[in-house]
């Protein structure tokens, strides 16, 4: 498999689990109870410094390049381009008001429960789009010489949750996985 392929279905892998981790904390704040929402800010802040900055901007190259070949497909990754746009307004304005619990202020439950699942389930969907159908195209359509050039301009920044042993930055989402591998 293409390397930057690669590296983006491990991103893809790594979210679905702070994926799983996040809606677990939203169900604790649906039933009522108080998680930790120190943890939920940093989930938040990982989606914001990580798959806004490093992630969506690799596959928008990827996208861009593909949208300049002839051929099908250029609906879904224009789709795809959009929806990087929609899910980081999504990922700000949760957290946003993820920081107001934490300040104090007087927010409905249920309308940040919903910005949470809304968030939730529009990057599963996405991230299963970009598996099924967006990176299959690219793989047929882009050359090995594309492939690199790609590869050498996209960000490549070391995942600062996974990809070292104990993070300084992300220190509670680090933890939270290891006791979820641990225990």
Same mark, same amino acid.
């Given at each position: 498999?293409?390397?930057? *392929?690669?590296?983006?279905?491990?991103?893809?892998? !790594? @979210?679905?689990?702070?994926?799983?981790?996040? &809606?677990?904390?939203?169900?604790?704040?649906?039933?009522?109870?108080? $998680?930790?929402?120190?943890?939920?800010?940093?989930?938040?802040e990982y989606l914001i410094d990580?798959?806004?900055? *490093?992630?969506?901007?690799?596959?928008?190259?990827?996208?861009?390049?593909?949208?300049? &070949? =002839? +051929? $099908?497909?250029?609906? =879904?990754?224009?789709?795809?381009?959009?929806?990087?746009?929609?899910?980081?307004?999504?990922? !700000?304005?949760? /957290?946003?008001?993820?920081?107001?619990?934490?300040h104090e202020e007087v927010l409905? !439950?249920?309308?940040?429960?919903?910005? +949470?699942?809304?968030?939730?389930?529009?990057?599963?969907?996405?991230?299963? @789009?970009?598996?099924?159908?967006?990176? $299959?195209l690219a793989l047929t359509c882009?050359?090995?010489?594309?492939?690199?050039?790609?590869?050498?301009?996209?960000?490549? =920044? &070391?995942?600062?949750?996974? +990809?070292? /042993?104990? $993070?300084?930055?992300?220190?509670?989402?680090? /933890?939270?996985? /290891?006791?979820?591998?641990? +225990?």
């Open positions: 498999m293409n390397d930057l *392929v690669e590296r983006l279905g491990q991103d893809h892998r !790594r @979210l679905a689990q702070l994926l799983n981790l996040l &809606e677990g904390l939203l169900d604790e704040f649906r039933d009522g109870l108080e $998680p930790d929402y120190e943890l939920m800010c940093e989930l938040m990580y798959e806004d900055q *490093v992630h969506h901007p690799s596959e928008d190259l990827i996208f861009e390049r593909v949208l300049a &070949e =002839v +051929g $099908p497909g250029h609906a =879904v990754l224009n789709q795809l381009m959009q929806q990087h746009q929609s899910l980081m307004q999504l990922n !700000r304005r949760f /957290k946003e008001s993820l920081e107001g619990i934490v409905r !439950r249920d309308e940040v429960e919903r910005q +949470g699942r809304t968030l939730i389930a529009q990057l599963r969907e996405h991230m299963q @789009l970009e598996e099924e159908r967006a990176f $299959p882009l050359s090995e010489a594309v492939w690199s050039e790609l590869l050498a301009v996209a960000p490549n =920044v &070391e995942d600062p949750v996974f +990809g070292q /042993k104990d $993070p300084e930055r992300f220190r509670m989402i680090f /933890k939270q996985l /290891k006791l979820g591998r641990d +225990g």
